[in-house]
């Protein structure tokens, strides 16, 4: 009977660590509804009035609607504020007037605002300047805690892939969404520290700038990897001509570069709309939620990309343990006579440079499948010059398995592993490599999960102009393979600018 894969226990693990930290969010929400709606029938509204040298003695308050709202009392704090103690009645909404009365008699400015009740009782304070209510501060405790443990189960699952040499895009999905949070949390934690968050509002508009200051943090490294990615398609078409895909780079750059000037001149604009709200607040609603959802989603992307890069390194610098059984050599274009290429000679030097140091460290042979078709203009199969070279390199030939039918790197891997399985009726108890070209390590390890095997790459060094583009397809890769967590992902994003919006 054939069995999973070795990484299929691992992934239910993962699955059942995910879930849990679902099952978090939904108690933590509604912790924060049942905190806010214990704690929120209450209210104290805090007028801001200037530093006086006289005591508040009394306060007189107009409410539009007695029957929604009573006042409790009122008190000072140490920074001279007057603090007005509301209780709820029943849902509605009332305007209020607060003027404060001095120890000599003279009354302050009057304080205006609007109260609302919600349905489940909870006290709204609602003004030109902030939404407000009591409990935010939970909410926002209760929302931390939660980034910090999604951000231990991403980290968590991240060096868990390193450790078990699992690459894949679900461990780029880790290593961005740590980043992500990380750098989310670093710049929110400093802002949370220097500043005093007196409303809901506040703290909204300071989550919204933290998503304006990661894009800002992320635009070196990001100029950085545009600048590589477009040298390397200049190179890449100078050497192979125009193709789409040579051009990957370059595309992506000025997309990138057009958001970045896109937010900046819609946030001018949408700064110009506060001097008409009258006119305008629709649109100003409606621009504040598209840039601050962009502005996350941009941010979001580039942690990704980030990740794709560091995570097609490390795959590239990994050394398979020395206990291999077959070593898959991944075919590329060899020379109109039939031999071999020097990019496509040093996956195979790659190779036989490992199955040396295995066997003379373990006295262990490893077997080797030659892999890859016959090419329109190619006089013999590239699994087939590779048999040639290896065979002039000393190699046995019961020690070889050709494979001659493949186009793509995929039936590299799926035409491979059925020729092993042919020769070896215990082949899933076998180890596996691949050797291939540093760039294309990363993609080895994807194909081979997609074809069912677990394999772990040999790396061959090529030109460094070839990596930066291997990396985008890659991240392009990602999007695609996990299309429904991203789109998950920008759902969140909407729901939070849409509250943003409701917030300013």
């Known amino acids: 009977m054939k069995q999973s894969p070795p990484g299929a226990k691992r992934a239910v693990k993962i699955k059942k660590r995910f879930l849990l930290l679902n099952i978090t969010a939904v108690l933590l929400l509604i912790i924060s509804v049942q905190y806010i709606m214990q704690a929120g029938d209450d209210y104290d509204v805090i007028i801001m009035y200037t530093a006086s040298d006289q005591k508040y003695t009394d306060v007189r308050a107009e409410l539009e609607n007695p029957d929604i709202v009573e006042i409790k ?77 999604a951000l231990g189960v991403m980290l968590f699952s991240f060096i868990e892939c390193i450790k078990k040499a699992e690459y894949s895009y679900r461990m780029i ?104 709200q009258e006119h305008h607040e629709s649109l100003r609603y409606f621009i504040t939620i598209v840039q601050h959802m962009v502005i996350y989603i941009i941010a979001y992307f580039e942690s990704m990309l980030i990740s794709t890069a560091l995570c097609a390194f490390l795959a590239s610098r990994h050394t398979p343990p020395q206990d291999r059984d077959y070593i898959i050599i991944l075919g590329c274009a060899i020379h109109r006579d039939g031999t071999l290429t020097p990019l496509l ?57 050709c494979e001659s039918k493949s186009v793509n790197t995929f039936q590299n891997m799926q035409f491979s592993k059925e020729i092993i399985d042919r020769h070896d009726a215990d082949a899933d108890q076998k180890n596996i490599a691949f050797a291939t070209t540093n760039y294309h390590v990363f993609r080895g390890y994807i194909l081979s999960k997609q074809n069912g095997f677990d394999a772990q790459g040999i790396s061959a060094k090529t030109k460094w102009y070839f990596f930066p583009n291997a990396f985008l397809r890659e991240f392009i890769g990602l999007l695609y393979d996990q299309k429904l967590r991203h789109l998950t992902v920008i759902a969140l994003f909407l729901l939070a600018a849409i509250g943003f919006g409701l917030a300013f």
């Open 73 to 149: 009392g009122f008190s000072v704090n140490e920074k001279q504020e007057l603090i007005v103690s509301l209780h709820s009645l029943k849902p509605g909404k009332t305007d209020a007037a607060f003027t404060a009365i001095l120890a000599d008699g003279r009354e302050t400015t009057t304080y205006t605002t609007a109260i609302s009740v919600s349905i489940i009782g909870t006290i709204i304070e609602e003004n030109e300047f902030m939404v407000n209510f009591t409990g935010f501060r939970v909410v926002l405790y209760l929302l931390l805690g939660y980034l910090l443990l």
């Open 173 to 276: 999905a880790f290593g961005g969404i740590a980043l992500f949070l990380t750098t989310l949390l670093s710049i929110l934690g400093y802002m949370l520290m220097i500043f005093d968050i007196y409303s809901f509002s506040h703290l909204v508009a300071l989550i919204a700038e933290t998503g304006e200051w990661f894009m800002m943090i992320m635009i070196p490294p990001m100029a950085i990897a545009a600048a590589a990615v477009s040298v390397s398609n200049l190179r890449l078409m100078r050497r192979e001509g125009f193709r789409p895909v040579n051009a990957l780079g370059i595309a992506v750059s000025v997309v990138w570069l057009i958001s970045l000037v896109g937010i900046m001149l819609v946030n001018d604009f949408r700064v110009s709309l506060y001097y008409d």
């Open 345 to 401: 000679r040093g996956r195979v030097e790659s190779a036989l440079s490992f199955e040396k140091s295995q066997y003379d460290a373990t006295g262990k042979h490893a077997c080797f499948v030659p892999s890859g078709g016959q090419g329109s203009d190619e006089i013999i199969s590239e699994g087939e010059a590779m048999e040639r070279y290896l065979l002039s390199r000393g190699v046995a030939p019961e020690r070889i398995l």
